[in-house]
């Protein structure tokens, strides 16, 4: 949940400012808005108190608790217009399955309940600020034109027998001489240069209470992040099945083939008579064959699990920046492994975006050389890449052919352990990508 972060305005032509009146505005909407949404508080429990002996009938309030998430759009659509307040959207209400479950989470829908809450407190802060805004302007203007209507008011007489046309500021005090014309004017003047202010902090209330209650909670943000990663999870792991099948299938399995076949071949050959010279040709091929299928089988292992990280960070960083296609230096915190071990699950995420990161900076970057530094500072540890390239790189959903980034794979790898990517990447250079994971995973 944000806000939106506006200008100054001077005092002198707040009067005038567009988002004054705004705000007054907004005052007005919800004075209309607040009888409708606290008649429809108050059918909500009168609903259910009136359906609760049939089953089925709790529906209605149950409907009606997910309907208090339209009225919190519609505020949260005003106060976004009229107040510059934004509030993010809460996390859209997910139906479990099964009839009990399906009525019992949608009569407990905390978005729903929370907007009930809203529209519950807007009521009486709808009126007082209203009144007070409204009152304060009106007496504004009234102090500064009573010089011009005090003429149509009645004539009133005083306690010693004189007659007075005018306000009545106290016993015996009219406001019928030009100077205390002119000091009227003077402090309904100051009256209305001040009413913006007031105007403001009438609608501050309202917008703390948009903030409060009608946007997304800490606990809903973060099941919706885990949601959310965990589904990109779950897509990844299956590519990667499917990548490591079909190199299996079309590299090794064929290769494997390739080997039994000469294998088979030269067995032919020494049961046939023949050159033995021929079948020894053979039987080298396929050795020859048999090793490569089994570095092949080492780097699908290594993209499983790199054995380096057996042990330990700092050694497999640096087994990676000895297979990079450029120069890497590696520099390893003396406290990164040396205090608690960094969880498995954290260790594997780091090893792999210093792995993609290096990729992308071989591939794209035009560095000549790069940098990985590992920290580790109040329980998390932070790792960042550096190269001298040309800079540009940006964490975007897809690229041009409609395949999801590899940086944005990355973040969502980060984010499945609560952890941040952070990219820094001007044109022209350097670039630094910064990845700060938990030493631990939570559940």
């Known amino acids: 949940m944000t806000s939106v972060t506006a200008e100054p305005v001077p005092f002198l032509s707040a009067l005038v400012a567009?988002?004054?009146?705004?705000?007054?505005?907004?005052?007005?909407?919800?004075?209309?808005?607040?009888?409708?949404?606290?008649?429809?508080?108050?059918?909500?429990?009168?609903?259910?108190?009136?359906?609760?002996?049939?089953?089925?009938?709790?529906?209605?309030?149950?409907?009606?608790?997910?309907?208090a998430r339209g009225w919190a759009a519609a505020y949260r659509s005003a106060a976004r217009s009229l107040l510059g307040v934004e509030a993010a959207d809460p996390p859209a209400f997910a139906r479990p399955r099964g009839f009990w479950s399906a009525l019992g989470a949608a009569l407990g829908?905390?978005?729903?309940?929370?907007?009930?809450?809203?529209?519950?407190?807007?009521?009486?802060?709808?009126?007082?600020?209203?009144?007070?805004?409204?009152?304060?302007?009106a007496t504004a203007a009234g102090s500064m034109t009573h010089w011009f209507w005090s003429r149509w008011l009645p004539l009133e007489q005083a306690a010693d027998g004189t007659w007075h046309r005018g306000a009545q500021l106290g016993p015996g005090q009219y406001v019928d001489t030009p100077a205390r014309q002119a000091l009227l004017a003077l402090?309904?003047?100051?009256?209305?240069?001040?009413?913006?202010?007031?105007?403001?902090?009438?609608?501050?209330?309202?917008?703390?209470?948009?903030?409060?209650?009608?946007?997304?909670?800490?606990?809903?943000?973060r099941v919706a992040s885990l949601r959310a990663s965990r589904a990109a999870t779950v897509e990844d792991?299956?590519?990667?099945?499917?990548?490591?099948?079909?190199?299996?299938?079309?590299?090794?399995?064929?290769?494997?083939?390739?080997?039994?076949?000469?294998?088979?071949?030269?067995?032919?050959?020494?049961?046939?008579?023949?050159?033995?010279?021929?079948?020894?040709e053979l039987v080298e091929v396929a050795h020859e064959s048999t090793k490569d299928a089994l570095g092949e089988l080492r780097e699908i292992a290594r993209g499983i699990h790199p054995p380096a990280l057996d042990a330990g960070l700092a050694v497999a960083l640096e087994t990676l920046a000895?297979?990079?296609?450029?120069?890497?230096?590696?520099?390893?915190?003396?406290?990164?492994?040396?205090?608690?071990?960094?969880?498995?699950a954290v260790q594997s995420i780091a090893y792999y975006c210093a792995a993609e990161l290096l990729t992308n900076v071989a591939k794209h970057a035009g560095a000549s050389r790069a940098r990985v530094?590992?920290?580790?500072?109040?329980?998390?540890?932070?790792?960042?890449?550096?190269?001298?390239?040309?800079?540009?790189?940006?964490?975007?959903?897809?690229?041009?052919?409609?395949?999801?980034?590899?940086?944005?794979?990355l973040g969502e790898r980060v984010a499945a352990v609560d952890g941040v990517l952070d990219v820094r990447s001007p044109a022209g250079g350097p670039t630094v990508v910064t990845v700060t994971l938990p030493t631990t995973t939570r559940p």
Do not use: K
């Open 18 to 67: 567009r988002r004054t009146w705004q705000a007054y505005g907004y005052l007005w909407l919800s004075l209309l808005l607040a009888p409708l949404a606290l008649a429809y508080v108050v059918a909500v429990p009168s609903l259910a108190a009136g359906v609760a002996v049939t089953v089925v009938g709790l529906w209605l309030p149950a409907a009606m608790v997910l309907g």
């Open 109 to 137: 829908d905390p978005a729903g309940w929370r907007a009930l809450l809203f529209m519950l407190a807007t009521f009486p802060l709808s009126i007082l600020g209203f009144v007070v805004s409204t009152t304060w302007l």
């Open 187 to 221: 402090a309904g003047l100051l009256l209305l240069l001040a009413w913006p202010w007031v105007n403001r902090l009438c609608t501050s209330l309202q917008a703390a209470l948009t903030r409060t209650l009608l946007g997304p909670t800490a606990g809903a943000l």
């Open 237 to 280: 792991a299956d590519a990667r099945l499917r990548r490591i099948e079909r190199d299996l299938h079309d590299g090794t399995q064929a290769r494997l083939v390739a080997v039994a076949m000469q294998l088979g071949e030269a067995r032919e050959q020494l049961a046939a008579g023949a050159d033995p010279a021929l079948a020894a």
């Open 322 to 344: 000895a297979r990079a296609p450029l120069p890497v230096t590696v520099e390893v915190g003396a406290d990164v492994e040396a205090a608690a071990p960094l969880a498995p």
């Open 373 to 409: 530094e590992v920290t580790r500072e109040a329980g998390a540890v932070r790792l960042r890449v550096h190269d001298d390239g040309h800079g540009g790189a940006a964490v975007a959903p897809v690229d041009g052919t409609g395949r999801r980034t590899g940086l944005a794979g």
